[in-house]
């Protein structure tokens, strides 16, 4: 089928997205040859991401950035991807791995139901990233589809994965920071289990936040480069988002 630019009345209603076109825009019969998903971590909201989509300025790329389905309980601030609210036994805060069932059964209809189903786009088309829970969620969806690329910042396979058999075809990107507790070495070989191909990239300094300079960046606009169609190269003007 031809392939169209994903507008909102596409998706279901019930979900809350945000569309980034890419810059500068593609001719008006020409859509963009790729999608990049979008997944902000546990407790954010799209608003932050959108944002970060925006400051990547990517060419011949048409950004969505989802929004979590589910509201934290308590008067928490924020949206969170898992099946339940889960805490970390060590620390009590909020654990990341709380089951992904239900957001990956939303996430397939994206993108079979409508990116590919209504719009026209491959599999190897659409790239996630994810930041966090929403990493963790990214790489999920790339066990369950063969996507062109998913980069987790902050998260591996998670645990409540399960075990997996045949390895999936699409590419990861691991980014952590130094000595990170959550992608350690035990993580990082938990995922290298699920993936053929798993890359990481680890900042020089401790914390598993987001990038902050274009040094941090660098490897994630390199693995983008080589999974994005018609890639032009890395913008100069990345923008630092904290």
Same mark, same amino acid.
């Given at each position: 089928?031809?392939?169209?630019?994903?507008?909102?009345?596409?998706?279901?209603?019930?979900?809350?997205?945000?569309?980034?076109?890419?810059?500068?825009?593609?001719?008006?019969?020409?859509?963009?040859?790729?999608?990049?998903?979008?997944?902000?971590?546990?407790?954010?909201?799209?608003?932050?991401?959108?944002?970060?989509?925006?400051?990547?300025?990517?060419?011949?790329?048409?950004?969505?950035?989802?929004?979590?389905?589910?509201?934290?309980?308590?008067?928490?601030?924020?949206?969170?991807?898992?099946?339940?609210?889960?805490?970390?036994?060590?620390?009590?805060?909020?654990?990341?791995?709380?089951?992904?069932?239900?957001?990956?059964?939303?996430?397939?209809?994206?993108?079979?139901?409508?990116?590919?189903?209504?719009?026209?786009?491959?599999?190897?088309?659409?790239?996630?990233?994810?930041?966090?829970?929403?990493?963790?969620?990214?790489? *999920? #969806?790339?066990?369950?589809?063969?996507?062109? !690329? =998913? %980069?987790?910042? &902050? /998260?591996?396979?998670?645990?409540? @994965?399960?075990?997996?058999?045949?390895?999936?075809?699409?590419? *990861? #990107?691991?980014?952590?920071?130094?000595?990170? !507790? =959550? %992608?350690?070495? &035990? /993580?990082?070989?938990?995922?290298? @289990?699920?993936?053929?191909?798993?890359?990481?990239?680890?900042?020089?300094?401790?914390?598993?936040?987001?990038?902050?300079?274009?040094?941090?960046?660098?490897?994630?606009?390199?693995?983008?480069?080589?999974?994005?169609?018609?890639?032009?190269?890395?913008?100069?003007?990345?923008?630092?988002?904290?």
């Amino acid at each position: 089928m031809p392939k169209k630019t994903p507008t909102q009345s596409d998706f279901p209603p019930n979900l809350t997205l945000t569309i980034t076109p890419p810059q500068p825009p593609p001719p008006p019969t020409r859509p963009a040859p790729n999608i990049l998903l979008l997944l902000h971590g546990l407790g954010d909201t799209s608003a932050s991401f959108t944002t970060f989509g925006r400051a990547l300025n990517l060419p011949e790329t048409t950004i969505l950035t989802l929004q979590a389905p589910t509201r934290l309980p308590l008067d928490l601030p924020g949206f969170h991807w898992g099946d339940d609210i889960a805490f970390d036994s060590q620390t009590g805060s909020l654990d990341m791995d709380a089951g992904f069932a239900r957001a990956t059964r939303m996430l397939v209809e994206v993108v079979r139901g409508v990116l590919v189903g209504k719009c026209g786009y491959a599999l190897q088309e659409i790239v996630v990233l994810g930041f966090g829970q929403g990493g963790m969620l990214g790489v *999920v #969806l790339g066990r369950e589809l063969a996507l062109g !690329g =998913v %980069v987790s910042i &902050g /998260a591996p396979y998670p645990l409540s @994965g399960g075990v997996v058999g045949v390895k999936s075809r699409t590419p *990861v #990107l691991l980014v952590a920071g130094r000595d990170s !507790g =959550v %992608v350690g070495d &035990g /993580a990082v070989r938990r995922t290298e @289990g699920v993936f053929e191909v798993v890359e990481v990239a680890r900042y020089a300094r401790r914390g598993d936040g987001m990038p902050r300079s274009r040094e941090e960046m660098l490897p994630v606009m390199g693995f983008l480069a080589r999974r994005l169609r018609s890639w032009r190269g890395v913008p100069e003007g990345f923008v630092e988002v904290s």
